[in-house]
Every structure is written in structure tokens, then in C-alpha cells.
């Protein structure tokens, strides 16, 4: 009999995005997978690579208590009616509810991936409902046949000061993973123009405002020469920007706002600078991998999960978060020293290979569930 592995994301466009080869590679493996998300269009798709669909009443950013209750009643019925034998929830929410529905349900073996915790742990001192969440958290993994993946150092301190998890619990894999032959090096193409590209959603706390301000502090010197490309759709984030917001900062040709974009392979191999200046609380931006995979030179912030896609001087630089005088002091280097962006660049394809290869993320995913089943079997 197949084993039941079921994957619980916010989104269905989110696991399409970040764990389609996990699943693609657990059906050729034999697992009966199926994937638990609110649909927004894209569950054909993911039957598609072989595996089922649940639609989840989720709000991914509500805080309505009742509403989330529902969601952790929802799923506990789903894994009480299905028996998975591994439950993987993806994402901080779907951990939160996920892990305290397999724990109801008695789901034997359990996976939870902190792919970022958000602004609501990027203080110095937690909340009183930052701590909450993670005594919540806490309480679903105090059993037998539970790991946790982490994307960076800096959540897993936290997870294990704040005794949520063991070591014995711990995994990590640093991102989501790239594909290197999908995303190939790219030499930097040379242009009457140069191009400096930023990738996110357009949130606040991912460090648009502060761009902007950098790149109008450079605008006397490059304005003729540069273009700033923000690249992303809005969002429902509480925190987002408005499109009549994005509008105002952006003059459409120093500064554009791209929207939503299915290309960025092909931007990121004409642009010549990703910055990213971001003080939210990240995994490791997946933005930030894919520019490391293409070859190039990054501008980011010393901030969770940023930091560990850049090693400062050798594929990029690593600035104050908040601070667009020093952002643009960097990208003002950058801009004006062809050589040194090549070689950044070629230095950031090498730590693509050495950190961010999807065959390896994928191959450690699988290590994962297979130690799983066979722990729970026994």
C-alpha cells in the first residue's frame, strides 16, 4: 500500500512556486501524495504532476480567531478521515493549526518547514502573541515522529531557546532551492543602459520604500544611465502597498513598477544588480537564490534569512536594514564598476552550486519522509 503523504500550504500558487519538484519526486517515489491549500486557480496544475487536490477555507494573513479554529478543526477532520502517514505543513500558520490537527488526529509521522516567521518576530523582545504562536507550535511537536525543517540559523536559535523543538528535531536546508540548469549562468550582457532589479511582493517590510529612496538619492548621477525595475504584484498583505501607492513612487522609466511577472529568468538576464532590501523576517528569499544561480551581484540587508544568500565582498553586499544611505553608497559601487559586478556574479553562480541546488533540497526532502515512515512503522 502507498504511503499517504500529504503537503499543507497556504496557497496552491505557493507550492507550485516552492515545492513543485518535492512533490513531482514523491509521486515517482511511490507516495501517494496530496497536496491541502486554498485554491486560487492553480489546482489543475498541481493534479497535474500526479497528485491530489484539497481546497482549505484559509486566511493566510486573518487573524480572526474563529476563523482560525476553523482552519485547525478543518484540518484535524481531514487527517482523521484520511490516515496520512505524513503530514508536511509549510509555512508558519499551516504549521501552527497543521501541527495541533496531527497531534488531535494522531498523525504518527510530521514535518513542519519554517520558511520565514514575518514582522511579528522580527523584534528585538517577542510579543505576547509571538510567544503564543510558538508555545502553540511547541505543543505539537512534543511527540515522537516530528521534524522540523529550518532555512536558516537564526529560526532555529529561536526554536530551540524557546524549547519549541530538539535537536534531535531539527533539519536544515538552506532555501527552497533552484534549479541550475532552469536558471543557468547568464554573463552580464553590456547595455547603453544598466538594470537593477528588485523581485518581492510589493510589501513595505521587503524594503520597496527604502529602494526607491536609494535610487533617488542616485537619481542626479545615473538617471540617464539606470533603470530600477520593482518587480512583483501586489498583495493581501496587511502591510502591502496599494497599486495607487506604487503608482505615486514610480515615474515609469528611472523607476518602473513591472507588476506581477512570469519571466524573471529573462529580466534577471538583462539586469545587472539585485537589491533587495528586506526587514522582514525571511527563510532565504527565493529571489535572492535565483540571482545567486544567474550570477548576479547582490545588494541586501543584514537581516534574517537575507544574509544567508550573500557572503559580504564576494557575490554581494550585506547593508544596515532601513538604511538607503548605505543601500545606495553600495549600489553606487556596483553601478559603476563593471569588473567588479562580473566577478560577484561568477562568485554568486559558485555559492548557488556549493548551497542552493533543487536536486539536493529535493533529494533531502525525501530523506526526510522516508526516515519518517520507517521511524513510525516500527
Known amino acids: 500500500m502507498a504511503r499517504r503523504l500529504f503537503i499543507v500550504v497556504n496557497k496552491d500558487s505557493f507550492l507550485l512556486s516552492h515545492r513543485r519538484e518535492v512533490v513531482e519526486s514523491a509521486v515517482r517515489r511511490g507516495y501517494d501524495v496530496t497536496v491541502v491549500a486554498k485554491e486560487t486557480g492553480h489546482s489543475d496544475e498541481i493534479v497535474a504532476l500526479g497528485a491530489k487536490f484539497i481546497p482549505l477555507d484559509i486566511n493566510p494573513t486573518g487573524m480572526n480567531v474563529l476563523q482560525e479554529l476553523r482552519t485547525c478543526r478543518l484540518l484535524w477532520r481531514l487527517f482523521r478521515r484520511h490516515r496520512p502517514d505524513v503530514v508536511h505543513n509549510v509555512g508558519l500558520k499551516t504549521i501552527l493549526w497543521g501541527g495541533l490537527a496531527c497531534r488531535l488526529a494522531r498523525v504518527k509521522g510530521v514535518v513542519h518547514s519554517v520558511s520565514g516567521l514575518g514582522m511579528m518576530f522580527s523584534g528585538e523582545r517577542l ?18 515522529g516530528v521534524r522540523v525543517i529550518f532555512q536558516n540559523n537564526d529560526d532555529k536559535q529561536l526554536f530551540l531557546d524557546r524549547r519549541v523543538v530538539t535537536q534531535q528535531q531539527c533539519c536544515f536546508i538552506k532555501g527552497s ?3 541550475l540548469e532552469r536558471y543557468p549562468y547568464v554573463p552580464p550582457t553590456a547595455s547603453e543602459k544598466l538594470y537593477v532589479i528588485f523581485t ?41 502597498l496599494s497599486k495607487q501607492e506604487m503608482e505615486s ?56 534569512g537575507c544574509r544567508d544568500a550573500v557572503e559580504d565582498g564576494y557575490n554581494g553586499f550585506v547593508v544596515p536594514a532601513r538604511n538607503a544611505e548605505v543601500l545606495a553608497e553600495r549600489l553606487d559601487v556596483l553601478l559603476s564598476d563593471a569588473a567588479l559586478r562580473e566577478r560577484m556574479g561568477i562568485n554568486g553562480r559558485e555559492y548557488a552550486e556549493r548551497h542552493f541546488s533543487l536536486a539536493k533540497v529535493v533529494e533531502k526532502h525525501m530523506e526526510i519522509y522516508d526516515s519518517l515512515t520507517e521511524e513510525v512503522a516500527k
Open 200 to 240: 518581492a511582493r510589493m510589501v513595505k517590510e521587503k524594503g520597496v520604500l527604502v529602494l526607491v529612496d536609494a535610487a533617488n538619492r542616485l537619481r542626479d548621477k545615473y538617471g540617464k544611465s539606470v533603470e530600477f525595475w520593482l518587480c512583483g504584484g501586489l498583495s493581501d498583505n496587511p502591510l502591502a
Open 249 to 304: 513612487l514610480c515615474d515609469g522609466e528611472y523607476i518602473k513598477w513591472l507588476g506581477h511577472r512570469t519571466d524573471v529568468m529573462e529580466l534577471l538576464a538583462r539586469a545587472h544588480i539585485v537589491a533587495f532590501p528586506s526587514y522582514y523576517r525571511e527563510g532565504v528569499p527565493k529571489s535572492l537564490i535565483e540571482a545567486t544561480a544567474v550570477g548576479r551581484p547582490i545588494v541586501t540587508t543584514d537581516s534574517v
Open 177 to 179: 532551492g533552484v534549479d
Open 127 to 144: 510579543s505576547m502573541m509571538a510567544r503564543g504562536i510558538l508555545f502553540a507550535i511547541g505543543m505539537g511537536c512534543r511527540r515522537r
